[in-house]
């Protein structure tokens, strides 16, 4: 590998999960370079914009990059670094992980959620002091995108179907043009989607999870209903995320800074290294990802564990452990 990886720690325990990322894949010994670049709160301050535009360069000439997170400007940062990677799609599995207190151990689902458009398409106006109006975009290509793509997932999991979320049955245009695209896709590619509303896939999923393996979401839905099922795993802590475009792809945990918790040592790297190990798969390093996943999974299982899981290690004992444990076949 003489790849290299754009690396972007921003606010709060940012700073403190992706340098224990950084420790993971240095451990790996795969000849990357690391190339580090500012963004979130506390650069809008120095320099009047959250995200440099040598960030967004940099983030837009590499393959990967792993993020950490933004506080206040997250929405000013993360939007247009998704858009810089070209994605269309955000991947967050949520698994439950043997030692870790889950409200539903059995949940292991993999959520694909739309990554550009929806409510999210950023079409908002505030007509009065009384009134505000959104646009709720729905295209026909990124649908079929996001079903192309569901469809080739299903091998990696070796799964043949995938559930569709949507609300067509009331937002008959922008749902219905979603849910039409992505079974036509999905018919083309001999696969027989499921399909759930939106809301009844909130309680079913709460009542048993193991109906569910491949989820596929508009952005809104995916976004809330992710979250969601990392109340089910036992926390923000543990998930991982990729936005994936067709070249290029931005991993980052699914939580925020922590404001509660930054400064103290104390932050879970797992879902920051669960992020760097969907970066090595979407590099090719695929056995190398696996080793990653063990380690992470063996570390759950015995500790050291961070406060939030109940231990009282610190962020670099559990990096240290995890970095131990790697098995690479
Ligand atoms: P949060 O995810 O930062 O924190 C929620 C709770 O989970 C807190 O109690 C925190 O201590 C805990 N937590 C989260 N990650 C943890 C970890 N790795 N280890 C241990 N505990 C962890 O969400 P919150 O509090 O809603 O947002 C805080 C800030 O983060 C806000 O400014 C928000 O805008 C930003 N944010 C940024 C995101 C991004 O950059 N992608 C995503 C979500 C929030
Ligand atoms: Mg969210």
Redesign the pocket.
């Known amino acids: 590998g003489d790849e290299t990886i754009v690396v972007i720690p921003?606010?709060?325990?940012?700073q403190e999960?992706v340098p224990a990322a950084v420790d993971v894949l240095e451990a790996l010994d795969l000849g990357f370079e690391f190339a580090s670049y500012e963004a979130?709160?506390h650069v809008a301050e120095e320099r009047g914009t959250p995200l440099p535009a040598e960030t967004r360069a940099a983030v837009e000439a590499a393959e990967a990059t792993l993020?950490?997170?933004?506080?206040?400007?997250?929405?000013d940062?993360?939007l247009p670094l998704r858009s810089a990677v070209d994605s269309f799609v955000n991947v967050r599995p949520a698994r439950a992980y043997p030692g870790v207190d889950a409200v539903r151990p059995e949940t292991d689902l993999v959520f694909l959620r739309e990554n550009t458009e929806g409510v999210y398409a950023g079409l908002e106006h505030r007509l009065s002091d009384q009134v505000a109006t959104g646009t709720r975009l729905t295209t026909r290509a990124a649908s079929e995108r996001l079903a192309e793509f569901a469809c080739s997932y299903l091998a990696d999991v070796e799964t043949d179907s995938f559930t569709v979320v949507h609300k067509a049955n009331v937002m008959g245009e922008t749902d219905g043009l979603f849910r039409e695209a992505v079974f036509d896709v999905a018919t083309d590619r001999g696969v027989e989607p499921d399909e759930v509303l939106m809301d009844a896939f909130a309680t079913r999923v709460c009542l048993d999870p193991t109906q569910f393996d491949v989820v596929v979401c508009p952005n809104l839905a995916g976004d809330v209903l992710s979250d969601l099922a990392a109340g089910l795993v036992g926390?923000?802590?543990l998930l991982p995320s990729a936005n994936l475009g067709p070249e290029r792809g931005l991993f980052?945990?699914?939580?925020?800074?922590?404001?509660?918790?930054a400064g103290e040592g104390?932050?879970?790297?797992?879902?920051?290294i669960l992020s760097a190990a969907m970066l090595l798969e979407f590099l090719g390093y695929d056995a190398e990802a696996r080793a990653v996943r063990g380690a992470v999974e063996s570390v759950l299982e015995s500790g050291p564990r961070?406060?939030?899981l109940g231990g009282d290690a610190t962020t670099d004992d559990v990096t240290g452990a995890i970095v131990e444990r790697f098995d690479v076949e």
Do not use: Y
């Open positions: 921003g606010d709060g325990i940012g999960v979130g709160d993020f950490g997170a933004a506080g206040e400007t997250a929405a940062v993360i926390g923000l802590g980052e945990p699914v939580h925020g800074t922590a404001p509660d918790i104390v932050a879970n790297p797992s879902a920051t961070t406060p939030d």
